[in-house]
């Protein structure tokens, strides 16, 4: 009973592999260097001293296949990976191609002012937004960090 079963999931991962292989969707430059997530874009919305980031990704074939097999809990320690010099990150949600994580002082507070240190970013997302508690936003590509910011 177990042969069959792990021949089913050989050729399950097999056919999905060849079909994403044939699908003309799929860049597999972007999965290079053993990379299987590929961040598309960062939000990081600021309210006071925290803040929630939305990320938006596409995961490598296989790894929508291991996903879709044995959940997204697999994929919390790259996304942590991402916020290595973050000091207090909590993952909300995980998605098949997106992330909610809230930051908890990612700023500090001085006065009626908040300051935000940059940060370094574990991988580089195409585009940063960052969107301040008045509306106002800010975009940034290829990011490898926060930048110092000040806010009210």
Avoid: C, W
């Avoid at 309210?47 to 990320?55: G, H, L, M």
């Avoid at 973050?86 to 992330?99: D, H, K, T, Y």
């Avoid at 300051?115 to 975009?139: A, C, F």
């Amino acid at each position: 009973m177990k042969i069959k079963a792990i021949i089913t999931i050989a050729l399950i991962i097999s056919a999905a592999l060849m079909a994403a292989r044939v699908s003309p969707g799929v860049n597999t430059e972007q999965f290079r260097e053993g990379k299987y997530i590929h961040i598309d874009s960062m939000v990081i919305e600021f309210n006071k001293t925290d803040a929630d980031v939305q990320i938006k990704y596409r995961l490598s074939p296989f790894a929508q296949v291991y996903m879709f097999m044995f959940g997204s809990k697999h994929l919390e320690p790259k996304i942590e990976e991402i916020f290595f010099d973050f000091e207090n990150i909590e993952i909300q949600r995980i998605g098949i191609n997106n992330a909610l994580i809230h930051v908890k002082d990612i700023s500090r507070q001085r006065d009626e002012n908040y300051l935000h240190d940059s940060r370094e970013l574990g991988m580089q997302p195409d585009v940063l937004t960052l969107v301040y508690p008045n509306g106002k936003r800010q975009t940034i590509e290829h990011a490898k960090a926060t930048q110092d910011i000040f806010y009210i």
